[in-house]
């Protein structure tokens, strides 16, 4: 078996279940998955692109295909752990992911829909408190700035500029 | 993403359940845990419940919160109801000196790092002798511990949380009226 798909497989162990415990509430849920070592071990195959954004649509399809009608659904863990490793990466597949997750109405996977719902609502916050270093090219003037703030001053040789146009972000 | 899932439609149920000030609770009624679901909580009372005394097999419909807010019909599971109900039936944290007494409620709180939430809330079911007679007598509680567990009778500091890595605080919490003070 591949790293990757090791590291996928570890979210539909007993031992990830075991790990998890009785946790009542999605936000504990999401806390504890924020922290487990699974998840930390798919993100880094992410980052590393050890695994791709397909072979993680892929999993979850596979996986989905294991729901019962009114019964809990197995692999909700799995799911509420892909959400949250999704929660920080800002491409439209992650975006789609938990948008998607956080829509549905089924009480079989009543948990991990709002672990979702969660990570979506931590992932607003993130994007508002990013800070980016803005370079302009003219000058090489450089600074931090965060998306909240409209447009940007700047304090250079030829007195106050004010930018409304973002040049590069490094 | 979720095509399939989305074609099942909506099958989430909740019942009408209201805080005794008239305002909502948001709910939602748990299907049963299946063959799946009742594996993993055998496998979680091999690990947690060595000392616990089974009271129920694993079920679903409801979860801690439900099973002592919404008399086991439905699981009441974002952390602001939970406050929600504290706040608008009235209970209050019973001081330090207080002893709790049997229908008062045992809430366990993660205070690691990030803002404070929620884990489990257990009922009161009893206070059993302490060690010297002179002691404080020991509560004994009643959980369900999520929407798909069974319930258990344990002794309040016999709880998994420490041992998953969360830092805990326990709090007793009661509705009835604050003690007059001599």
């Known amino acids: ?170 | 993403m979720f095509e399939e899932a989305r074609l099942l439609g909506r099958t989430e149920r909740s019942i009408a359940l209201q805080t005794g000030r008239g305002t909502d609770i948001k709910n939602v009624v748990q299907p049963e845990p299946g063959d799946a679901g009742r594996r993993r909580y055998q496998l979680l009372l091999d690990k947690f419940g060595g000392n616990w005394r089974p009271r129920r097999p694993a079920t679903g419909i409801y979860n801690c919160a439900g099973h002592v807010w919404a008399s086991r019909r439905t699981a009441i599971l974002e952390d602001d109801q939970w406050a929600l109900i504290l706040h608008e039936d009235g209970y209050r944290r019973l001081e330090e000196d207080e002893e709790p007494v049997p229908d008062d409620l045992v809430i366990y709180i993660d205070v690691g790092p990030q803002k404070e939430s929620f884990l489990h809330v257990g009922r009161v079911f009893q206070l059993r002798p302490g060690v010297i007679p002179a002691s404080r007598r020991i509560p004994w509680v009643v959980s369900k511990w999520d929407s798909f567990s069974g319930e258990v009778l344990h002794d309040p500091h016999d709880v998994p949380y420490a041992r998953q890595g969360f830092v805990v605080r326990r709090e007793y919490w009661t509705d009835r009226p604050m003690p007059a003070r001599g």
């Open chain 1, 1 to 170: 078996m591949t790293m990757t798909a090791r590291d996928l497989q570890q979210l539909v162990s007993d031992d990830f279940a075991v790990s998890v415990g009785f946790l009542s509430t999605p936000e504990s849920l999401r806390r504890f998955l924020l922290q487990s070592k699974e998840v930390a071990a798919v993100k880094e195959a992410l980052r590393q692109e050890a695994i791709t954004e397909s072979t993680l649509r892929g999993f979850v399809s596979s996986l989905l295909r294991d729901m019962r009608c009114g019964e809990r659904f197995a692999h909700q863990l799995a799911v509420a752990a892909v959400a949250v490793v999704l929660e920080t990466r800002a491409t439209d597949f992650a975006d789609e992911f938990l948008h998607d997750l956080s829509r549905l109405g089924l009480a079989e996977m009543s948990m991990c829909i709002r672990v979702a719902r969660e990570c979506l609502k931590h992932r607003v916050n993130v994007a508002q408190n990013k800070t980016k270093v803005l370079r302009l090219p003219d000058d090489g003037f450089s600074r931090a700035w965060s998306p909240s703030e409209p447009q940007i001053s700047f304090k250079c040789n030829a007195g106050q500029t004010t930018v409304s146009r973002v040049c590069e972000v490094a």
